[in-house]
T-cell receptor, first 113, second 108 residues
């Protein structure tokens, strides 16, 4: 089985712009979660989607949003980018929501200048 | 959110067993204990998880204290490829809350 794929792998944006990141889960997995990883804050949960519905959301401002499509692929969007949004954005998929193992993608490295 | 406490770093020699401790004194009865590891320049990788009983898989063993306030991840024979940051996480309210983890160094 192919693993979780994330595109693009690297991205450079300017403050004030918006960005959309994409995540394709493992085939058959219907739950997708997003995380932000920075040197200062570590790994932080952003949100989780299952069957096109957001099930859970972390403590991030409304500039961070996401969605999931009927084929389970997910996108996250960050509007009005700030320097502090520079981070590695990780997507993880699992078969179902719940205390099951999550499979992480390689991440998208976003740099905001 | 329930929190975990892990040592910042640990060292091991190749071929030796490694015991990575984790304290989670505020764990609730329904919290699962998960372990993930993150190798350099990669996303986290699932290692093992459990609720009350000890668990074994091909990667590691998880020993859970009887009162569930602590757990230990056991790598039976460390290899250089096991050098990573190991995260002990309580699965709480449908999300993984990552702490700072333990950086494991493995020496040849």
């Amino acid at each position: 089985k192919a693993g979780v794929t994330q595109t693009p792998r690297y991205l450079i944006k300017t403050r004030g712009q918006q960005v959309t990141l994409s995540c394709s889960p493992i085939s058959g997995h219907r739950s997708v979660s997003w995380y932000q990883q920075t040197p200062g804050q570590g790994l932080q949960f952003l949100f989780e989607y299952f069957s096109e519905t957001q099930r859970n959301k972390g403590n991030f401002p409304g500039r961070f949003s996401g969605r999931q499509f009927s084929n389970s692929r997910s996108e996250m969007n960050v509007s009005t980018l700030e320097l502090g949004d520079s981070a590695l954005y990780l997507c993880a998929s699992s078969n179902m929501p719940g205390p099951y193992e999550q499979y992480f993608g390689p991440g998208t490295r976003l740099t905001v200048t | 959110d329930a929190k975990t406490t892990q040592p910042n770093s640990m060292e091991s020699n190749e071929e030796e067993p490694v015991h990575l401790p984790c304290n989670h004194s505020t764990i609730s009865g329904t919290d699962y204990i998960h372990w993930y590891r993150q190798l350099p320049s990669q996303g986290p990788e699932y290692v093992i998880h459990g609720l009350t009983s000890n668990v074994n898989n091909r990667m590691a063993s998880l020993a859970i204290a009887e009162d569930r306030k602590s757990s230990t991840l056991i790598l039976h024979r460390a290899t250089l490829r096991d050098a990573a940051v190991y995260y002990c996480i309580l699965y709480n309210t449908d999300k993984l809350i990552f702490g700072t983890g333990t950086r494991l160094q493995v020496f040849p």
